[in-house]
């Protein structure tokens, strides 16, 4: 993991998904590029050059953002800002392709109102264009502890490119311990991908594996994951099929907004 996104807004709750951001950067050596992306309503006025004054102002906020955690990087120009005038869900997938970003960072959950609507939107539609790994930080969540990863899996077929690449990486920097678990919602279900589990055995990677039946997937899984004191929720995010359905609108604010646990998407592509 070279260069880690982190979509910011100035709020409390992205600030605490940037320390998250850096603690992973500076285990990994990474850099971070910290990005605010603004927008103008139509009836704003050209004649002030608002633009202008907007960009001028978030760029200050971001230079005493930059200024104030610098220090806790592990090195000179590990962390660097990024202002940009547009919507955010265009800029952080603009950003994450122009800056070969290896994983988003960014937080979830702390805005009320038409605040909370917004953010939960751009987590879900991030989630939904990210052809990275993306991390959500719920702002409920505690400093960052990487000792427990539970891996949620249903029966979609992985492809051939599928890499559980970021999970090795946390277990070989963390230790983390991985454990599987599979929700039926049917005793007539088909088994896991078996790739799963070979490629965390060619890692020389333990695992445990469960599975339990239910009919809510997602209260079955969020249960489980209190239960086991788990730290973070792993998914992975298929073209179609489950995640799709478990990521529908009502899901996205109960698990984007309302999850009490950072949660790592990974993409079948």
């Avoid at 890499?163 to 920097?173: A, C, R, S, T, V």
């Avoid at 599987?180 to 799963?196: A, F, T």
Wanted: hydrophobic residues 45%; contains cysteine.
């Amino acid at each position: 993991m070279k260069n880690i996104l982190v979509p910011t807004d100035f709020s409390a709750n992205a600030t605490h998904a940037l320390e998250y951001a850096i603690d992973i950067a500076n285990v990994f050596d990474a850099d971070i590029h910290l990005l605010h992306a603004f927008s103008v309503s139509a009836g704003a006025g050209h004649l002030l050059k608002v633009d202008d004054v907007i960009y001028q102002d978030r760029k200050t906020e971001m230079d005493g953002l930059i200024a104030k955690y610098t220090t806790k990087m592990k090195r000179e120009g590990q962390l660097q800002g990024i202002v940009r005038k547009g919507t955010a869900v265009r800029e952080i997938i603009f950003q994450m392709a122009k800056m070969e970003s290896d994983m988003i960072i960014m937080g979830t959950q702390g805005a009320t109102g038409f605040e909370r609507f917004v953010l939960g939107s751009v987590a879900s539609a991030t989630i939904q264009k990210s052809t990275v790994p993306v991390l959500t930080v719920p702002s409920n969540s505690p400093d960052l502890h990487t000792k427990k990863l539970l891996l949620a899996l249903d029966t979609t077929h992985l492809k051939s490119t599928f890499d559980l690449g970021p999970l090795i990486d946390l277990y070989e920097k963390y230790a983390i311990q991985i454990q599987l678990l599979h929700v039926l919602e049917s005793k007539k279900e088909e088994e896991i991908d078996p790739s799963i589990r070979l490629q965390l055995a060619e890692a020389n990677i333990p695992s445990t594996y469960a599975e339990i039946e239910a009919t809510d997937v997602k209260e079955a899984i969020l249960n489980y994951a209190k239960q086991e004191d788990i730290d973070i929720l792993c998914m992975i995010h298929h073209p179609r099929g489950w995640f799709d359905k478990w990521f529908d609108p009502s899901m996205t604010y109960s698990i984007a907004l309302d999850a009490a646990l950072p949660l790592l998407v990974l993409y079948n592509l």
